[in-house]
């Protein structure tokens, strides 16, 4: 599993009007090219009426996945110029489609390119890119006079406090990056001068929201 990846909230669209015509951009996490070909399949149900519905894909850890269509557009104008812009922004297991309506102005070559790939970065922009950070799950137990010291200090770390749960002893759920783990055990031992009980629990995805630049 990879430390950290970046891709798109779960779905969203935007929509742009270059040289009266339309052109709608979808995108969607998938996780198979089985989950980005049914949401192709669909977008072009959607928009059967549609002049073009151009799409791009990126699927697996290593990218092995991709994929460009171009939906009767001229070769090399809409799908791939569509999947440079995911490569560019390093986003991984998502598809986009991008619907054309012909408004009645030929845009040329250089032009489609460019509408494709705005279109695509408007999208991604609307939905909102995320980091997904492979983070452990930490199970502090500690007695409860030491509950305020703890938690403020997990507060102002680097380290994400999940939740408290209020039992005979208080319990932290910490998350911490994974490769972190023996660092943040130490550095909770040593804040309790050892009174705590320390327990690893599963390993999963945590995400976090990305500013735009």
Not at 26 to 44: G, M, W
Not at 71 to 77: L, W
Not at 130 to 149: A, F, N, T
Not at 185 to 195: F, I, K, P, V, Y
Request: aromatic share 8%; charged share 25%.
């Amino acid at each position: 599993m990879l430390e950290s990846y970046y891709t798109v909230k779960p779905e969203g669209s935007e929509e742009v009007t270059i040289q009266k015509s339309r052109f709608i951009g979808y995108v969607k996490r998938c996780e198979t090219e089985e989950e980005a070909q049914d949401f192709i399949a669909q977008i072009k149900k959607k928009h059967h009426d549609a002049t073009h519905n151009c799409s791009a894909y990126m699927i697996g850890e290593n990218d092995l996945i991709q994929k460009a269509n171009d939906d009767g557009e001229p070769s090399g104008t809409a799908g791939v110029p569509m999947l440079e812009v995911l490569k560019k922004r390093g986003l991984k297991d998502m598809a986009v489609v991008v619907t054309r309506y012909f408004g009645g102005i030929k845009l040329g070559a250089g032009g489609l390119i460019r509408a494709y790939g705005s279109t695509t970065s408007a999208a991604i922009d609307t939905t909102g890119v995320v980091k997904r950070q492979l983070m452990q799950e930490m199970k502090v137990k500690i007695d409860y006079h030491l509950l305020g010291k703890v938690e403020n200090a997990v507060r102002n770390s680097t380290y994400t406090l999940e939740t408290i749960n209020y039992l005979e002893n208080v319990e932290l759920i910490v998350y911490v990056e994974s490769g972190l783990e023996e660092d943040f055990e130490h550095w909770m031992t040593d804040l309790t001068s050892g009174q705590v009980t320390i327990e690893r629990g599963d390993a999963s995805y945590v995400e976090f929201d990305v500013t735009p630049e």
